[in-house]
């Protein structure tokens, strides 16, 4: 209960600085050409009422321009990098699926290779595949290799 006390006081306070700090500004120039702000109007002096919470002190607008340039600096930064990393995750991905195509080549390969007779279906029926097409299958796995497999 205390802490709820002490937590609202210091709300308070806050509440009654901030509206203090919101009292009225002026601005106004002498008759030498000096340009003046302060909290309370001149006597002798005309005085522009400015609102604290608004005005734009003398130099922000250089700043501001700083500053949009800065962040469009970032966000240009910031774009180039997301096409980076998006590139390299295309690129991640592409080898994947050639190093996924290369075993399956290979795996083709190592069975014309080795097994004596290879077969194919030709219209529902299993024939088996004569030498000259065997040897023709595997000069067009070897072309596929070396196009998939060499870079990896």
Known sequence: MNGRIQ????????????????????????????????????????????????AIPTGA????????????EFNKRREEEKEKEEEARKAALEKKQR???????RKNMQLYLTKRKMVKNVDGEIVVMPYEERLKEIETIQKEMKKVCDDI
Not at 41 to 49: C, M, W
Not at 99 to 105: G, P, S
């Open 99 to 105: 190093e996924q195509q290369c075993a399956t080549l």
């Open 7 to 54: 937590q609202l006081l210091s709300i308070l306070i806050a509440l009654t600085v901030s509206g203090a700090s919101l009292a009225g500004m002026y601005k106004w120039t002498d008759s030498s050409g000096q340009v003046h702000y302060t909290d309370s109007p001149p006597i002798d002096e005309k005085a522009k009422a400015l609102d604290p919470r608004t």
């Open 61 to 72: 607008e250089k700043e501001k321009s700083k500053l949009d340039k800065q962040m469009e």
